[in-house]
Every structure is written in structure tokens, then in C-alpha cells.
T-cell receptor
Framework: KQEVTQIPAALSVPEGENLVLNCSFT??????LQWFRQDPGKGLTSLLL?????REQTSGRLNASLDKSSGRSTLYIAASQPGDSATYLC??????????FGPGTRLSVLP | GAVVSQHPSWVICKSGTSVKIECRSL??????MFWYRQFPKQSLMLMAT?????????EQGVEKDKFLINHASLTLSTLTVTSAHPEDSSFYIC????????????FGEGSRLTVL
């Protein structure tokens, strides 16, 4: 059974801190890994997609890395801002299949 | 990015009635659409996968007769919750893709259903 875990479950930091969110999965044969953001009561917004042949992706203050052999991905957020407060979900997929989601990390960035 | 629209964004209904939720891909043709259910502070649970023109594939434990899914066109899928009961109250989210192997999956804004 595919399983995705995320640590920590919740995180509260002061504005300006750099932080790391962790995602672990049990099957190293995954194809894609994607990080999403979900605001309360809203749908999901894709942040970064790491495709099969890639090891990391960057977008602005966000950097995501993928190590399939160890079954881990990390999302690095630099210089956090209150607007970054949301739930961050990681999800992986096999080729041509649906994504399997982790439980998420609820992030609060305090002004 | 591509836009997926969900309607309604929230709905309240009486127990025993049926509710239909629409999911539309506005600027692309979605060969595959997915329906998820999300309980408070929990992750997304896949309910079913629908491909245009064919019957939906339901995940284990999801009642096919309770949650009717139709994907009649490349831009529209509907989820009908039949004879809704309070335990069906939840947040329902759809997603759509035209190139799933590339990981391109776009989500609607979700629909909050409350059954009284």
C-alpha cells in the first residue's frame, strides 16, 4: 500500500525564518512528486512538480528536492511571510496514475 | 496555469435529497477527472476516477449508488450525492488532467456540502 507521511504535522514560526517541510513515501518507484498549498476551505494550488528525471525544482522562495532512493522529499521555504500560512501537501504518483496525498503540514507564520 | 471551476462552492440541503456538484475545465480538455473527499484537518481521499465517455472507477469503500459520477464531455464531470445524509457532509474537491503522466493535475476550489 502506498503511504505518504509528512513531518511536522503543524509548525508555527516567526516571520522571516527559513523552514523545511518533510515528506516521506514508502515506494521508491514513484514517477512524479508534487507539493501543493491549500488555504482553509479552498482547493489545492500546485507549488512545485518534480518529474521522474529531476531531483529538485525552484520557484521564487520555494525549493523542493526529491531523493527517491531514500523515499524523501523536502520543501524549503526561505524568508517566510505571513502569507505563506497554509497547509502544505505533498503527493506522489506512478506513471499515468493519480496522486497519493500525504496528510499535510499546517504552517502558521506569525507577523 | 489551467483553470478548473467547481460549482457550487457550498451547498446546504435536507437529509434525503440529492445534490449535484459540477467540475469544469475552463481552458483545456480533461481526459481524466478525479473526485476527492476531505474531512476537516485531514488529507484528500480519492473517491473515484472518471474518463470521458466511460464509467467511473470507484475506490474501495466508496458507494457507487450513493456517489454518482458522470463525465459526459471533455470539460465537464458531475458528482451527485444521492439521498444525502448528515454523514455525507464534507468538502468535495475535483481535479482534472489532460496529461497525467506528466504530473499535470489541476484542482477546483472545492464544494462544501452540509446535510441537515
Amino acid at each position: 500500500k502506498q503511504e505518504v507521511t509528512q513531518i511536522p504535522a503543524a509548525l508555527s514560526v516567526p516571520e522571516g525564518e527559513n523552514l523545511v517541510l518533510n515528506c516521506s513515501f514508502t515506494d521508491s518507484a514513484i514517477y512524479n512528486l508534487q507539493w501543493f498549498r491549500q488555504d482553509p476551505g479552498k482547493g489545492l494550488t500546485s507549488l512545485l512538480l518534480i518529474q521522474s528525471s529531476q531531483r529538485e525544482q525552484t520557484s521564487g522562495r520555494l525549493n523542493a528536492s526529491l531523493d527517491k532512493s531514500s523515499g524523501r522529499s523536502t520543501l524549503y521555504i526561505a524568508a517566510s511571510q505571513p502569507g505563506d500560512s497554509a497547509t502544505y501537501l505533498c503527493a506522489h504518483s506512478y506513471y499515468g496514475q493519480n496522486f497519493v496525498f500525504g496528510p499535510g503540514t499546517r504552517l502558521s507564520v506569525l507577523p | 496555469g489551467a483553470v478548473v471551476s467547481q460549482h457550487p462552492s457550498w451547498v446546504i440541503c435536507k437529509s434525503g435529497t440529492s445534490v449535484k456538484i459540477e467540475c469544469r475545465s475552463l481552458d483545456f480538455q480533461a481526459t481524466t477527472m478525479f473526485w476527492y473527499r476531505q474531512f476537516p484537518k485531514q488529507s484528500l481521499m480519492l473517491m473515484a476516477t472518471s474518463n470521458e465517455g466511460s464509467k467511473a472507477t470507484y475506490e474501495q469503500g466508496v458507494e457507487k449508488d450513493k456517489f454518482l459520477i458522470n463525465h459526459a464531455s471533455l470539460t465537464l464531470s458531475t458528482l451527485t450525492v444521492t439521498s444525502a445524509h448528515p454523514e455525507d457532509s464534507s468538502f468535495y474537491i475535483c481535479s482534472a488532467s489532460w496529461r497525467l503522466e506528466a504530473g499535470e493535475l489541476f484542482f477546483g476550489e472545492g464544494s462544501r456540502l452540509t446535510v441537515l
